[in-house]
């Protein structure tokens, strides 16, 4: 006979079902939304931004185990309504169901105070613009209403947290762990809103604050400077939607995801719809176990968002999540694509004139035999193959010729020595046209020297060449229809009742992906055709896959991945290799490719293609001016 699971031999005891009383109603609810002293030092703030206030003070003690007081002047609570305001479901933000439905608060439940009191020792002192004075209200609803002093706005002062359950205590860390997630709180909080003050201490020593300013600054403040001096800004909106914020660049992207802020009207969310758009916008610049940083507000009519969904507020669903994926990734993209190198020069980069409909893109083809420049030559190219259909790609001089203003001025003369004309540099250009300067010379076949207006500029021309031909590669392949592969013989397998649901509600999502996937039966896919580009992988794998990604984000991320991790592979093995020699014109059309090029801060592998030494650094390092 086998033993019962419960090594317990106790009989359970049945009791008829009775009405709880509030006490433990109110510790019930306590025990979904008091997980620990930062989620009182949540809901406290949240009220004190609810009621208006623009200056807060937070004060714990021994991590806010012993104590959370936090000040506001905000509107206060007129006294008649304290009782009321310590009641459980008690609230002045919603009043219907079109309320709810249309959250503009942080707070709404009517529960935070109640269940606070109900585990610790609650104190509320308030006081309205029109009072005389202050009142206070001690415990809980029952307590009394009595005069005291206090400045409008209002004090809630928690003592003794989880003093009447010492078990949930008991699941307590460290003092200082449970302090740093407090201040985390607070940091979150102070970081949606830079047009509150907010002051934190602990055991009475203040150890932040946070004045009245700019969101830059205040970005800047609690991320530090590392993310200040690596940073996009980002501000676009598309009907109902608007994202705005910063973006760290991808070299100043980080080991642990501890520095990813997103809001949603206010409210800070840990959304994995959102984080998977942004993270597949970081895809081309960033490795895979790197963390990119950021701090991003999206604003959206209430009516269009559920925070009500988890009793933290910490989740929320949309709408119309895939247009809110597809929003936020495109708009994170898009500041991506900026070339922080036009941030040394006065004009924005040279833009190559576009070839017409149809017309191949230019390609820099590396040739085993033959200078780096021959590749520019006005000549034919050898189309490329792919999958059966070809492009070609080819690189044009007269492109290059417009960005020079000349060739005359990037040529030496005919009677100078190859010393000499490495060492030259175009003097009679403005240096504010060409961000990256120019090129000085080459060191050891791996590095470009070039000088511009803020100093030394040296490239890593393999990891430049990589970015510049990827995305060649990227807009050639965009500029066409997506090439599908119809398979000899369909691949069939087996589906669930998820899998096959969604190949019938998005067939016309998958056909514009290149897929054709028919429902065989109520339990069998068939998969008949598959993009050109990714023939040769896994159908049914590839399949299982895409149909997982529309069904949650409404598109497929992984059809783009796996193609851009194919053009990735080729534009290395064809870019310009190391042990190279260039010549200072060769170089100079690199640096303009770069210009002109988006994402070309990095190469597809994520690694920093150039880097800006400044003149002040070079004096700094012989000691000039000392």
Known sequence: MNAPLSSSSATPTYRPIQALPDQLIS????????????????????????????????RLEQGGVKRIAITDNGRGIPPEQLP???????TSKIASLTDLENVGTLGFRGEALASIASVAQLTVTTRTADAAHAWEITGSQHGAVSPASGAQGTTIDVQDLYFNTPARRKFLKSEQTEYGHCAEVVRRIALARPDVSFSLSHNGKTVDHWNVGEFAKRSAHILGDEFANARLPLDEAAGPLRLHGFVGLPTASKARADSQYFYVNGRFVRDKLLTHAVRAAYQDVLHGDRYPSYALSLELDPALVDVNVHPSKIEVRFRDSRSVHQFVFHAVSRALAQTSATSFGNAPPPQLQQPAAGAPLPWMREQQQGSFANQFAAQPAKPFSFGGDGFGVRQNSEA????????????PPQNMGDAAARAQAPQDLPAGDFPLGFALAQLHGIYVLAQNSAGLVVVDMHAAHERILYEQLKNALDGNEMFVQPLLIPVTFYADAVEVGTAEEHQETLSALGFDIAVMSPTTLAVRAVPALLKNADAQTLARDVLRDVREYGGSRVLLERRNELLGTLACHTAVRANRSLTVPEMNALLRQMEATERADQCNHGRPTWSQMALSDLDKLFLRGQ
């Open 84 to 90: 009321l305001a310590l009641a459980r479901h008690a």
């Open 400 to 411: 290059y010729g417009a960005m020079f203003r000349g060739d005359a001025a990037m040529s």
């Open 27 to 58: 510790q019930i609810a306590a025990g979904e939304v008091i997980e620990r002293p930062s989620a009182v030092v949540k809901e406290l703030l949240e009220n004190a931004l609810d009621a208006g206030a623009t200056q807060i003070t937070v």
